[in-house]
């Protein structure tokens, strides 16, 4: 018999993880979700070899999963002259042969790459539990670049609440803009980015963000050109498949820089948006050789309209 009355008293026990991951899928949506509660799974790096993932509920295709303490998640170093980015998951398993299922943090380590070189996210199954077509999902929460010493900066992969994922489609509150500064010669500098993707008619919206950048070493930036800071993205529905740029190819966005320079230096630099082989950047741009100082910082906010943006 395949129909069941699944909210109801059969006289014998019948409801499993399956029907209430259902109905949870149904309601909030068939994707990965963090919940609007605790700490969200707040990370800090306590130790270049050690991590702190906080507490938080997240939904995994309809599956429930919560950390009600503190894990420890534990780094290896990558070789020396080399780097890699890691996704820190949190892991649904079914064990086939006994009909049992878990979940539990993981950090799924990337491959390796010389510095200076791009290194790419390691592969993880995002295939869905729903109609257990599949044994293992992962949802990735953190993104964490480890060198030779061990983690460097993490980068948060998800937004909090579901309040929307009812329909994306008519959903009216920002999406969170996301940086990812893997590759990049700045990747070692402290760089803070706020920003969001706020939606308006149609395709239409608004993104907004503010920067702020502070250089480690001196540097020498020669006439117009761009010191690549990061990759912007929107990220829909917070898996590393589904990310949005915004910028069409070709198309570069100014806004001065406020800077802590030389007087003679001021007014000379500014950031820059650009959509650059498929992917939308955030860069920093002066309009003259310049020797720029060590722990030098550069702000700047920046609100600008954008169509043709397919949420």
């Keep these: 018999m395949t129909t069941e009355l699944v909210t109801g008293a059969l006289g014998t026990p019948h409801i499993d993880g399956a029907d209430w991951g259902a109905l949870n899928a149904g309601i909030l949506g068939q994707d990965d979700y963090v919940l609007n509660l605790w700490n969200q799974f707040s990370l800090t790096v306590q130790t270049s070899t050690k991590l702190t993932l906080d507490t938080g509920c997240a939904v995994l295709n309809g599956r429930q999963v919560v950390i009600t303490a503190p894990e420890s998640i534990d780094v290896t170093p990558a070789a020396n002259g080399t780097y890699r980015t890691d996704l820190l998951c949190l892991r649904y398993k079914y064990d086939s042969a006994s009909g049992r299922e878990s979940a539990s943090p993981v950090l799924v380590a990337g491959t390796p790459v010389a510095t200076g070189q791009t290194a790419a996210d390691p592969k993880i199954n995002t295939q869905s539990i729903i109609n257990q077509s599949t044994t ?8 964490v670049q480890v060198d030779a010493v061990g983690a460097t900066y993490t980068t948060r992969l998800f937004d909090g609440g579901v309040l929307s994922p009812l329909s994306y489609r008519q959903r009216v509150s920002p999406y969170p803009l996301y940086i990812d500064r893997s590759g990049t010669s700045s990747a070692g500098d402290t760089l803070v980015m706020d920003g969001a993707y706020i939606p308006t008619t149609g395709t239409s919206g608004i993104v ?11 540097f020498t930036s020669k006439s117009w ?14 898996t590393s498949g589904d990310q949005i740029n915004f910028i069409p190819e070709g198309f570069e966005l100014h806004q001065m820089a406020a800077e802590n320079s030389a007087w003679d230096k001021q007014g000379h630099s500014m950031f820059v948006v650009t959509g650059q082989n498929g992917t939308t950047n955030l860069q920093w741009q002066t309009t003259g050789e310049w020797e720029v100082a060590g722990n030098m910082w550069h702000h700047c906010s920046m609100t600008f309209g954008v169509r043709n943006v397919n949420i």
Excluded: S
Aim: glycine share 6%.
């Design 136 to 143: 293992v999902h992962d949802f990735a929460l953190w993104r």
């Design 208 to 218: 907004t963000l503010a920067v702020n950048w502070t250089n480690k070493g001196t």
């Design 225 to 238: 050109e761009m010191t690549n800071l990061g990759r912007l993205y929107i990220q829909r529905y917070r």
